[in-house]
């Protein structure tokens, strides 16, 4: 398929766009220090949203949902009306790493949501400011709206839904993680270190060049198309650590200009505590 409004922009595009009074810039950089990285500095206009309090509802049992489980709806449409989204904003969202983790989540929540004019930054903080984009600490202040959301329309996956296809023939499920946790030889974050069984290997780090962008959409769709060979997207589930990066991966073949398969937002996090 085609996306009519392509999920990234560039930053010569964005600098163009700058001063356009739909574009809401947001920063979804996320970490200890996110926030006051964000306070010291951050692209010229962008709000700040927040991964663990606003992008998911973490809960105090990660066997219920992994370490990011989305937010309910009602949840979301806070955050969005607190940043000032409209039904006709041009959303464009950045992090500082490069667009592989917060921006893409986001990217998907509000893809999920219904919203069309939304976009990740190729190459996040580092890449605006290579171009010159405006960067300042000024505080931003916006207009809140009501943004009414009604579900999540792009396809999700459960983990019994995962493990109930993961060995068939049919069905793909990628994990995008590093492939040493995926071979567990090392797990930094949750308690076993592994894969689920039947999974396959592609790190979200080959989506993108050795200068951390995002590589052609003509070369991401001969990547996918060879891994998906036929199989279709609704029998393809998608899934990382805890259902963050595992976005970025979904923005690529949504790049690739193919259908966006199912996320498995669980993802390890959550596999690892019930089903080992």
């Known amino acids: 398929m085609t996306h009519p409004f392509s999920p990234l922009i560039q930053p010569q595009e964005l600098l163009e766009l700058q001063h356009s009074k739909n574009l809401i810039l947001v920063d979804a950089s996320n970490g200890k220090d996110a926030y006051a990285n964000y306070q010291r500095q951050h692209l ?19 066997t219920d949902g992994g370490r990011h489980p989305l937010p309910t709806i009602e949840q979301f449409s806070k955050t969005l009306s607190r940043l000032g989204i409209s039904k006709e904003s041009h959303v464009v969202v950045y992090d500082d790493k490069m667009g592989a983790n917060a921006a893409a989540r986001f990217w998907w929540m509000l893809k999920a949501v219904g919203h069309e004019k939304v976009q990740v930054l190729d190459g996040g903080f580092q890449e605006a400011e290579r171009v010159g984009f405006p960067i300042n600490s000024k505080v931003v202040s916006t207009t809140p709206t009501t943004y009414f959301i009604e579900d999540w329309k792009l396809p999700l996956a459960t983990m019994d839904e995962v493990e109930a296809v993961v060995q068939d023939t049919h069905h793909i499920v990628i994990d995008v993680r590093d492939s040493e946790r995926y071979r567990g030889e090392k797990e930094p974050i949750d308690l076993i270190a592994g894969h689920i069984p039947g999974a396959i290997n592609i790190p979200f780090t080959e989506n993108l060049t050795k200068n951390g ?18 199989i279709s997207s609704d029998k393809i589930i998608v899934h990382c650590g805890s259902g963050v990066t595992a976005c970025h991966t979904l923005l690529a073949i949504a790049t690739a200009g193919l259908d966006i398969p199912k996320l498995y937002v669980g993802s390890w996090s959550e596999w690892s505590r019930n089903k080992m």
């Open 213 to 230: 962008v995002f590589l052609s959409s003509e070369k991401l769709k001969e990547k996918y198309l060879n891994v998906f060979n036929s």
């Open 44 to 62: 010229d206009k962008a709000l700040f949203v927040d991964l663990n309090t606003e992008l998911a509802d973490i809960k105090e049992d990660v």
